[in-house]
């Protein structure tokens, strides 16, 4: 092959393989939206829509009070520091955000990181070696086991929610120094919550760690919004928290690691996406630490998202949808055959309602379904629109009876 015909070659396959992602129908396009993020968004072609998919879970992303804070904190400390955290990018509002989150977590110290994807990468490495073991949940996110990967110790997962087959895996790396359990705190693609009381039980009788992701739960989860740790009564009992500030917490990005002081320590000293990434926009840190205070100082965003969250899971099981039971704010919508799920999505779109449909391989084959998310944003007459729009889509095509 002449070096010409090599590279046609590479550019040709890479089309051959969007062609076929394109054919199955797992070709991922992007809506483009015209306006702030909301419980209503206006896209590009004009439409408003009832936003049913966004993890904007408190209502924040969008809200006047955190883009005021946003531009307070730019005015004050300028658009960026152009510098990692350690050369000469951490300014007081990055202090102060690391302690209200140790504060608002219950845990001793917290570092920032650009995206929860950063402090789960450069989370493992740092912390674990070849003498370690890592047990992780079968369905934890990618980004936890792309920090695994990252790390030599060795991996044991255990079947998602398991316990007894978490106990397995946690005898099975009896002869290991460390002992780590890593689970997502809530899993967004079911709304799952980790059994967090059982997983920190096994956790002290085996000697291991607990290290949660709360990316789907910090800022509403549990009676103060702490997280699921508080939602499961083990404040205290969990060694690791990561999370993000690209989901209830303001919606921007960002993401941190709680734990105890040494473990703070040691990431600020030896986490690669740490040590050679930019630090946070000093608007995204300004604006985390007045939405903090904002949580801290009353429940009534987390209530209502609960509020709307019950009063909408009720509502589809009696139009006759299956859901999978729960209390998380994400809802979903059983359908089980792609197609359909595609048709109903596409269909509700029409009517005005925003939601994502979800099929293999994101989800196992034969599960397909549309992921519905609460906000606390959300009013009870948007609600009910949508709801209309569920029992109309879903008597067009068969699916439910009313
Ligand atoms: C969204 C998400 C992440 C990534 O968060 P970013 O801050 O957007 O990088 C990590 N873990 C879980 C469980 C998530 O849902």
Redesign the pocket.
């Known amino acids: 092959m002449t070096e010409i015909n090599a590279k046609q070659a590479f550019y040709a396959g890479l089309d051959e393989n969007l062609a076929s992602l394109r054919q199955q129908g797992l070709y991922k396009s992007e809506r483009v939206i015209a306006s702030r993020q909301g419980p209503e968004v206006v896209c590009d072609d004009g439409r408003t829509l009832i936003n049913m998919c966004a993890n904007n879970y408190l209502g924040l992303s969008g809200d006047e009070a955190t883009v005021q804070a946003a531009i307070a904190a730019t005015e004050k400390y300028g658009y960026g520091l152009s510098s990692v955290r350690f050369i000469c990018g951490t300014q007081t509002v990055h202090k102060q955000l690391e302690q209200a989150l140790s504060i608002f977590l219950g845990m001793e110290d917290t570092i920032l990181y650009a ?3 950063d402090a ?1 990468g450069g989370l493992f490495e740092p912390l674990f070696d070849e003498h370690d073991a890592i047990i992780s949940d079968a369905l934890n ?1 990618a ?1 936890i086991i792309d920090g695994v990967r990252l790390c030599k110790a060795a991996r044991y997962r255990y079947q998602h929610n398991d316990m007894a087959d978490l106990e397995v895996q946690l005898q099975a790396a009896a002869g290991k120094r460390h002992k780590v359990i890593a689970t ?1 705190g809530a899993f ?1 693609m079911d709304g799952t919550i980790a059994q967090l009381d059982k997983i920190c039980d096994l956790a002290d009788r085996y000697g291991a760690l607990v290290m949660i ?1 709360e ?2 739960a910090s800022g509403f989860m549990g009676a103060t919004g702490r997280g699921t740790h508080e939602h499961h009564g083990v404040m205290g009992r969990v060694d690791m928290i990561t999370g ?1 500030l ?2 209830a917490l303001g919606g921007a ?1 960002g ?1 941190f690691t709680a734990a105890r002081r040494e473990v703070v320590q040691t990431l600020r000293q030896k986490s690669r996406p740490y040590l050679f990434s930019n630090t946070l926009a000093p608007s995204i840190a300004g604006a985390s630490l007045a939405v903090l205070e904002r949580l801290s100082s009353s429940t009534d965003l987390r209530d209502r998202l609960h509020a709307n969250t019950a009063y909408f899971r009720r509502a589809i099981f009696q139009l006759g949808f299956t859901i999978k039971a729960g209390t998380h704010p994400v809802v979903p919508v059983m359908l089980f055959d792609a197609p359909v799920a595609q048709q109903f999505a596409q269909r509700l779109y029409e009517l005005g309602v925003l939601v994502s449909g979800f099929f293999y391989p994101v989800v196992p084959m034969g599960q397909a379904r549309v992921r519905v998310q609460l906000s606390a944003a959300h009013t009870t007459e948007q609600l009910d629109r949508v709801l209309d729009a569920f029992a109309q889509a879903g008597r067009e095509l068969g699916l439910v009876k009313v």
């Open positions: 995206a929860a994807f789960n996110h980004s997502d967004s992701d990316c789907h993000t690209g989901k990005m993401g």
